[in-house]
């Protein structure tokens, strides 16, 4: 008798084990939250572009510049402060987004520093998800009247120019394109950096 008592008080805490392991293994498994996206370099931030501030004279811009002429279409229209004088870097200009300009002009108007342009040459693949996180981070603070980042081959048959992304902060308007050539694997980006009062 004891005996049988003996495997019955073994049995029941097993089978009790059981039964909660079991319980256990079928309640559904919740899946952790995905990791915060890591923080962007600090080359998309287009402040990194401003070498000097606006209204410098031409000897207080610490990079040595030539002088370059600028043809521009009417598409993008001329710049507000008239006819400047623009100057492009003679060297390697400062880096954004993640890269080396392959083009950056410093343009006077008044012996005054008044647009700064950069263009940056970026993969066809990933160049939609560049400018998209880039223009978040350029309108977080800033009043911007069009925000669309429109890297992707959207547009009219044919187009090569799309609106990217613009707005102003802290008295400097910005506005960015995006260009493609044709049999071009990658894609430009070109922003514009403008004074609020360039004549000043």
């Known amino acids: 008798m004891n005996y049988a008592l003996l495997h019955v008080r073994w049995a029941v805490p097993a089978v009790?084990?059981?039964?909660?392991?079991?319980?256990a293994a079928s309640k559904p498994q919740i899946a952790p939250?995905?990791?915060p996206p890591p923080p962007l370099d600090?080359?998309?931030?287009?402040?990194?572009?401003?070498?000097?501030?606006?209204?410098?004279?031409?000897?207080d811009i610490p990079l040595a510049v030539h002088e370059v002429l600028v043809f521009r279409d009417e598409a993008h229209g001329e710049s507000p402060a008239g006819d400047p004088e623009c100057y492009a870097v003679s060297g390697t200009g400062p880096r954004f987004l993640t890269r080396s300009p392959s083009s950056?002009?410093?343009?006077?108007?008044?012996?005054?520093?008044s647009r700064i342009?950069?263009?940056?040459?970026?993969?066809?693949?990933?160049?939609?998800?560049?400018?998209?996180?880039?223009?978040?981070?350029w309108t977080k603070n800033a009043h911007a009247p069009n925000t669309a980042a429109s890297a992707g081959p959207e547009?009219?048959?044919g187009s090569k120019d799309s609106a990217a992304c613009?707005?102003?902060?802290?008295?400097?308007?910005?506005?960015?394109?995006?260009?493609r050539e044709p049999n071009e694997e990658d894609t430009q980006l070109t922003i514009?950096?403008?004074?609020?009062?360039?004549?000043?």
């Open 192 to 200: 514009q950096l403008d004074a609020a009062d360039p004549a000043s």
């Open 155 to 157: 547009g009219s048959e």
């Open 42 to 59: 600090a080359s998309y931030d287009w402040h990194v572009l401003l070498i000097a501030p606006f209204g410098s004279v031409l000897k």
């Open 104 to 113: 950056y002009l410093l343009c006077f108007n008044r012996g005054k520093l």
């Open 117 to 137: 342009e950069a263009t940056v040459r970026l993969p066809e693949n990933g160049s939609a998800q560049i400018v998209a996180d880039a223009c978040a981070l």
């Open 166 to 179: 613009e707005g102003a902060d802290g008295g400097i308007a910005f506005a960015a394109h995006i260009e």
């Open 33 to 35: 939250p995905p990791p």
């Open 16 to 23: 009790t084990a059981i039964m909660l392991a079991a319980c």
